[in-house]
């Protein structure tokens, strides 16, 4: 079967019929406009829609933003298509390409992608609608509230019925409405509603394309060696083996790089993969490492707990904490800590990347398709329009795709080559060289009451910042205190950051300092909660009036009979959190097996509004549980400057067999669609670790855990 581009498909499709074209623009304020346009010939438009109507009343919806496994090519679809009232089994799904002209933001971060976009698609399928209803009351001779769209046609009260594709032509002679009238919720036929996902068949039986997968005639690969020492220096290397290898084509220094500072290495261009990689292993490389094999994992914590012992920069802050605390001879205290962690996505990081004199072009997996343009237009001075990007399917991404370095690492070696360059990453690569979530050392105190209610607390995060990584600014930023609850209702509260810079670079995680500041949290509050005497689903309800904390800690403490008493050898524990808007509560369930514990059941909570997709949002709250569970079992370990774990057998990721049950409650909801994408995970560490508590009686204030011989 004949693979043919979008350009072509629309040329050819103009041949036999017109179709009509829903779009949008940014407006003069940012916000995106609908355009709508009807034309008998679109070879010469530009392809900036989202839905197209043919003749034959095929119907294609495209979805903007990149399809990392999160669910937005389905999702962004079913909301076009709830408004314009056709079947979405029945449309046709395609990648938009890419455009911040026509689509405006299409990165895929923080969840972000049903939250930001849902009003404006809602809008654009509802100004299609309106205008097909509108062709279909001029053709009548009725008024258009005579008229309701339903499964592609328009049918009128006394009966007569005309198929999208017939109207096409008429409604070409219209102008959309500014305002189209949006669907009662109470209506939706296709929103909410466990809707199978097209994209599965195609991962599932190989059609579905990948950067890794991905070749252009005349193309070199690359395998880049780079110095284990984080910021280590190429002082000198011998390439004369290198050159020897069959296939190597040539041997370059090449950098990128990771938030303001430069990565070295030294790259093999080869024929093909294998050629490249052996080639790299022939290398012999002096590497200056700035001194910095000192630094291990020892002398980071040592220095976040003499960092902790700083006041910080104050983040959020209600009453008096120091008041409080001061000559108060009954101050808690507890200190946690949580690991660097890779990403590991299941596809390696890889770009290829063409430099012309004035012209550029991309192939790949990104969650930023738009920002690599940007980059490769200010680097080599091309026009941004003469820079083409061809964004695929991803294997993963977690916000390790977001960045653009990999492709820079291309784009620097197809400059130097002349020819098409394709970087691929080893395993080892991508363990090894980051970036990296943060590790962190988060230090709680907190004064009870006469009535053990919780009077002051302190919470410091000592930690560095993903967007204050270089240069002499040492003030913490908001971003250090993500998914720590300010909505407990504590008289005198106080979150505290001390900024830290160290060699090893950080980026975005999934759910960011979400995954690792409610470890701290939500373990500290289940600590208050048991030294006041208090259950810990209780001492929590007890200190909150918002209504969609109290209702995803009620619901999970219903579904999972909380108050029922523990089975002999069991143990439950309790976590809450909020992340990108949707709120969710966590029950673990563990058992002792032998010396060791083991999760038997996790059942979650979830309040994000209007789920567009219940079957996405489980796969995502799912997903996001493993990832957790298995980021609370392994993390990552620096020794002479460098990462210890190189590969999944010293940084194992969750088996099967050690996946307990998981559970997961959505809750209805009218509220705007929240993000689904990382829920779940902050709440996994804490509720494991008050889980293990309530079995053992044993705290857990250090992750990863070591589930064997906890007994």
């Given at each position: 079967m004949e693979q043919i581009s979008r350009r072509k498909f629309i040329h050819l499709s103009s041949v036999s019929g017109a179709f009509l074209v829903v779009g949008?623009?940014?407006?003069?304020?940012?916000?995106?406009?609908?355009?709508?346009?009807?034309?008998?010939?679109?070879?010469?438009?530009?392809?900036?829609?989202?839905?197209?109507?043919?003749?034959?009343?095929?119907?294609?919806?495209?979805?903007?933003?990149?399809?990392?496994?999160?669910?937005?090519?389905?999702?962004?679809?079913?909301?076009?298509?709830?408004?314009l009232e056709v079947d979405i089994d029945r449309v046709e799904i395609r990648q938009s390409e890419a455009s911040r002209d026509l689509y405006g933001s299409?990165?895929?971060?923080?969840?972000?992608?049903?939250?930001?976009?849902?009003?404006?698609?809602?809008?654009?399928?509802?100004?299609?609608?309106?205008?097909?209803?509108?062709?279909?009351?001029?053709?009548?001779?009725?008024?258009?509230?005579?008229?309701?769209?339903?499964?592609?046609?328009?049918?009128?009260?006394d009966g007569?019925?005309?198929?999208?594709?017939?109207?096409?032509?008429?409604?070409?002679?219209?102008?959309?409405?500014?305002?189209p009238p949006l669907k009662d919720p109470k209506d939706f036929k296709i929103i909410g509603k466990p809707v199978f996902r097209k994209d599965i068949p195609l991962k599932t039986n190989g059609e579905a394309k990948f950067g890794i997968d991905l070749y252009t005639p005349g193309m070199l690969y690359a395998s880049v060696e780079r110095s284990s020492v984080f910021l280590g220096k190429?002082?000198?290397?011998?390439?004369?083996?290198t050159l020897k290898v069959p296939?190597?084509?040539?041997?370059?220094?090449?950098?990128?790089?990771?938030?303001?500072?430069?990565?070295?290495?030294?790259?093999?261009?080869?024929?093909?993969?294998?050629?490249?990689?052996?080639?790299?292993?022939?290398?012999?490389?002096?590497?200056?490492?700035?001194?910095?094999?000192?630094?291990?994992?020892?002398?980071?914590?040592?220095?976040?707990?003499?960092?902790?012992?700083?006041?910080?920069?104050?983040?959020?802050?209600?009453?008096?904490?120091?008041?409080?605390?001061?000559?108060?001879?009954?101050?808690?205290?507890?200190?946690?800590?949580?690991?660097?962690?890779?990403?590991?996505?299941?596809?390696?990081?890889?770009a290829m990347v063409s430099i012309k004199d004035n012209s550029a072009e991309f192939w790949g997996s990104t969650?930023?398709?738009?920002?690599?343009?940007?980059?490769?237009?200010?680097?080599?001075?091309?026009?941004?329009?003469?820079?083409?990007?061809?964004?695929?399917?991803?294997?993963?991404g977690f916000g390790r795709r977001s960045m653009t370095d990999v492709a820079e690492e291309a784009a620097d070696l197809s400059k130097k080559s002349g020819a098409p360059v394709k970087v691929i990453w080893t395993r080892e690569d991508d363990q090894t060289q980051g970036p990296f979530r943060a590790c962190s050392l988060n230090v709680c105190k907190a004064v009870l009451d006469v009535s053990g209610k919780i009077?002051?607390?302190?919470?410091?995060?000592?930690?560095?910042?993903?967007?204050?990584?270089?240069g002499d600014n040492m003030t913490a930023g908001r971003q250090l205190m993500g998914g720590i609850n300010t909505e407990y209702l504590i008289p005198n509260l106080s979150v505290k950051g001390v900024l830290r810079k160290r060699h090893v670079p950080i980026s975005y995680w999934r759910a960011v300092y979400h995954s690792t500041n409610p470890f701290a949290h939500e373990s500290f509050i289940d600590e208050l909660a048991h030294l006041a005497g208090k259950d810990p689903v209780k001492f929590r309800l007890d200190m909150l009036d918002h209504p969609r904390y109290r209702r995803v800690l009620s619901e999970v403490a219903k579904i999972t009979n909380w108050n029922a008493p523990r089975p002999k050898g069991t143990g439950r524990g309790i976590a809450t959190a909020e992340r990108s808007g949707a709120f969710f509560a966590m029950v673990i369930e563990?058992?002792?097996?032998?010396?060791?514990?083991?999760?038997?059941?996790?059942?979650?909570?979830?309040?994000?509004?209007?789920?567009?997709?219940?079957?996405?949002?489980?796969?995502?709250?799912?997903?996001?549980?493993?990832?957790?569970?298995?980021a609370a079992y392994a993390g990552l370990t620096i020794e002479n400057g460098s990462i210890v774990e190189q590969n999944f057998d010293s940084y194992p990721q969750l088996k099967i067999s050690q996946c307990p049950e998981i559970e997961t409650l959505i809750l209805k909801s009218e509220a705007p669609p929240d993000g689904a994408g990382e829920s779940g995970l902050p709440t996994v560490a804490p509720a494991l670790a008050n889980a293990i508590f309530d079995l053992t009686g044993k705290r857990i204030r250090k992750l990863p855990i070591d589930m064997d011989g906890i007994i």
């Open positions: 949008c623009v940014p407006g003069p304020n940012g916000d995106q406009q609908v355009i709508t346009k009807v034309s008998a010939d679109l070879a010469g438009l530009d392809l900036n829609q989202f839905i197209s109507i043919g003749l034959d009343n095929s119907i294609i919806l495209y979805n903007h933003r990149p399809e990392m496994g999160q669910g937005t090519f389905q999702s962004i679809p079913m909301i076009l298509a709830e408004e299409q990165m895929v971060v923080g969840s972000r992608s049903i939250q930001t976009e849902f009003e404006k698609l809602r809008k654009m399928g509802a100004a299609a609608r309106e205008l097909l209803k509108q062709a279909a009351a001029n053709t009548w001779n009725i008024g258009v509230d005579q008229c309701k769209a339903s499964n592609g046609s328009v049918i009128s009260e007569k019925v005309l198929t999208y594709g017939q109207l096409v032509e008429e409604a070409n002679k219209l102008e959309p409405l500014e305002n190429v002082k000198s290397y011998d390439d004369s083996e296939g190597v084509k040539f041997v370059f220094r090449t950098e990128r790089e990771v938030y303001g500072r430069k990565r070295e290495g030294v790259a093999v261009l080869a024929e093909n993969y294998w050629s490249a990689v052996q080639g790299r292993k022939a290398l012999n490389i002096e590497w200056d490492t700035l001194n910095l094999e000192e630094i291990s994992n020892e002398t980071i914590t040592g220095d976040s707990y003499e960092a902790a012992k700083k006041d910080g920069d104050e983040l959020f802050g209600k009453g008096d904490v120091k008041n409080v605390f001061k000559g108060n001879s009954t101050v808690i205290e507890a200190a946690y800590e949580t690991p660097y962690q890779a990403h590991v996505p299941m596809e390696p990081m890889n969650q930023n398709p738009n920002g690599i343009r940007s980059f490769l237009s200010k680097k080599y001075e091309i026009p941004e329009n003469a820079i083409k990007i061809n964004y695929t399917f991803m294997g993963g009077n002051a607390l302190e919470h410091k995060v000592i930690a560095q910042e993903i967007r204050n990584q270089t563990v058992m002792q097996k032998g010396k060791s514990v083991v999760p038997t059941k996790i059942t979650t909570v979830l309040d994000l509004g209007i789920c567009i997709n219940p079957n996405t949002v489980k796969a995502q709250t799912e997903g996001s549980i493993v990832m957790g569970l298995g």
